[in-house]
């Protein structure tokens, strides 16, 4: 079973996608919306990624989602399951192959922070950047069971980067 999309070297037309996607999707959020990041790989310069572009969105509340899961439709994006409990999840394939991704959040939701804190993390520590493309390209290659199995091979690794950042503490 393959992954969604072929981990390729980073590529410096995302940040653009991203933008364009951004400007596509605002209108489905209305009054709710709060902020549209970019987030995942693809938002970490000089890190190989599926090249997938993930769009964080924050918003104020789930008001008016049958309007906003139609707006989505238009533009080519299919609702997956939820994550979490007021964590939404939406994406984009194009011949069979995964180009976006949406992660609709509540304001406050902790995926919020913990994506832009690990997202920043990347982008600032070359050393852990470079183990964790070279954990993805491990994965990858040995990768028989999917999406599913190449995530769960991630969060290990994901999980202790964020649980570094959460017990370590200022020097004063």
Same mark, same amino acid.
């Given at each position: 079973?393959?992954?969604?999309s072929?981990?390729s ?5 995302w940040p653009?996608?991203?933008?364009a ?6 209108k489905?959020?209305?009054e ?5 990041h970019?987030?995942g ?5 000089? =890190?190989?990624?599926k &090249?997938?572009?993930?769009m964080?969105?924050e918003i104020s509340?789930h008001?008016? *989602?049958?309007?906003? %899961?139609s707006?989505?439709?238009?533009l ?5 399951s939820?994550?979490?409990?007021g964590?939404?999840f ?7 192959v995964?180009?976006?991704k949406?992660h ?6 902790d995926?919020?922070g ?7 993390i =990347?982008?600032?520590? &070359?050393i ?11 994965l *990858?290659?040995?990768? %028989?069971?999917?999406?599913g199995?190449?995530?769960a091979?991630?969060?290990?690794f994901?999980d202790g980067?964020m649980?570094?950042v959460s ?6």
């Amino acid at each position: 079973m393959a992954l969604t999309s072929k981990i390729s070297p980073y590529d410096s037309n995302w940040p653009a996608l991203f933008l364009a996607a951004k400007e596509q999707i605002a209108k489905a959020f209305g009054e709710e919306l709060i902020a549209i990041h970019h987030v995942g790989s693809t938002a970490v310069p000089e =890190l190989a990624a599926k &090249p997938e572009i993930d769009m964080l969105v924050e918003i104020s509340a789930h008001r008016n *989602e049958s309007l906003r %899961t139609s707006v989505l439709s238009e533009l080519g994006y299919v609702r997956g399951s939820d994550l979490s409990a007021g964590h939404h999840f939406y994406r984009r394939d194009i011949d069979g192959v995964r180009t976006h991704k949406i992660h609709i959040c509540l304001s406050g939701h902790d995926q919020i922070g913990r994506m832009l804190r690990f997202r920043d993390i =990347l982008r600032s520590d &070359p050393i852990l950047r470079e183990c964790y493309q070279d954990l993805k390209l491990a994965l *990858e290659a040995d990768n %028989t069971g999917g999406i599913g199995e190449y995530l769960a091979g991630k969060a290990p690794f994901i999980d202790g980067v964020m649980q570094s950042v959460s017990t370590s503490s200022p020097v004063q």
